[in-house]
């Protein structure tokens, strides 16, 4: 009941009890009850006497059955069944992985409103408030061993970078390895997990982090989101839809490719080349000037006068 009330208040708008009592049949008392337990998923509602209640902002929800529409009528190659849509999980990557060991070697996609255990790459939190974001992630099988999905993650922080600059935002750039960045705050992250057989046939799991309406939140980085940049509330449902037909066809064509053949794209969005960085990995910092991403995906440093790739760490601007 708690998700039909919601749907009538995500407008954003006052709602008296006795409207929805009507709408749900029930008294106005369990209206009330069910508009107290969407606080737990971390929601304003707002009660007042003669008005009745309302959401502090409107809300866009995520509508399994206008997405699986959207997918059908597109290039996808995901079909509707493969499509779950959560109310509130741990993880959708951690998600993924329980489908896929139900069905292996099926694409799989989880979106969910909200997640308890959201992960960042290296062990960080990533903040998923309520249906507020996309929290999306694809399980997709692939055949030829781990080296195969070489630079993957950056080819998708590309995906996400082009479905920006389509919906009109400037300034989108990547930072290597995947994070994608407009005006230099952090707007999406990836992060991709292994299940099965790193050797073998294995399936990534790609997870696709996108702030879209979040306006508040406590973060130890510089972040942004879509409502920020365009000013409107966005659809969800409609930017999961672009996200997951641009994702599968990229997942599709990975492993023929490898990340050469996106190589020139990514290379136009990045946001590093040529500034003074430091790469740190551990304990261990390099400092150099960026000098992009090689074939492979590789970030390429020069120090000293010597280019050298790097394959993991984490790249900073060096402040000079
Ligand atoms: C990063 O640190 O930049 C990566 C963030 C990835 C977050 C997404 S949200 C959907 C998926 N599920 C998770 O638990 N993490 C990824």
């Known amino acids: 009941m708690s998700s039909q009330a919601l749907q009538i208040l995500a407008d954003g708008e ?10 749900l049949s029930v008294s106005r008392t369990a209206v009330w009850k069910s508009l107290k337990k969407l606080s737990g998923l971390g929601l304003e509602v707002e009660a007042l006497k003669g008005k009745g209640y309302k959401l502090k902002s409107p809300l866009s929800l995520l509508d399994k059955e206008k997405l699986k529409e959207q997918l059908s009528a597109s290039d996808t190659l995901v079909s509707g069944e493969a499509i779950h849509v959560h109310w509130q999980i741990d993880s959708t990557n ?3 992985k ?8 099926q694409p799989v996609v989880i979106l969910t409103e909200s997640q308890t255990q959201g992960r960042g790459r290296r062990g960080r939190v990533w903040q998923s408030p309520f249906a507020e974001n996309l929290y999306l ?3 997709w099988p692939f055949t030829a061993g781990i080296s195969s999905i070489e630079g993957l ?6 995906v996400v970078a082009d479905v920006l600059t389509e919906l009109g935002i400037a300034d989108v750039s990547l930072k290597w390895p995947n994070d994608v960045l407009v005006a230099n705050q952090k707007i999406a992250g990836v992060l991709i997990d292994i299940s099965g057989d790193p050797l073998d046939c294995f399936n990534a799991v790609v997870g696709v982090g996108l702030n879209v309406n979040m306006s508040e939140a406590v973060i130890d980085q510089s972040w942004t989101s879509v409502l920020s940049q365009t000013g409107a509330y966005a659809q969800r449902t409609d930017l999961a839809a672009a996200l997951i037909e641009r994702l599968s066809v990229l997942l599709s064509e990975f492993q023929r490719h490898g990340f050469s053949h996106y190589h020139e794209s990514w290379s136009r969005y990045d946001s590093m080349k040529g500034r003074q960085v430091v790469l740190s990995m551990g304990d261990q910092k390099v400092f150099g000037v960026s000098c992009g991403v090689d074939q492979n995906g590789a970030v390429l ?3 000293d006068g010597t280019i050298r790739a790097y394959n993991g760490g984490e790249i900073s601007l060096r402040l000079v």
């Open 137 to 139: 992630t694809i399980g």
């Open 301 to 303: 440093i020069e120090c």
């Open 14 to 23: 006052w709602h008296s009890g006795e409207e929805l009592s009507e709408a």
């Open 153 to 158: 993650s950056l080819a998708v922080g590309l």
């Open 98 to 105: 329980r489908e896929l060991l139900k069905q292996p070697n």
């Open 94 to 96: 951690e998600e993924a």
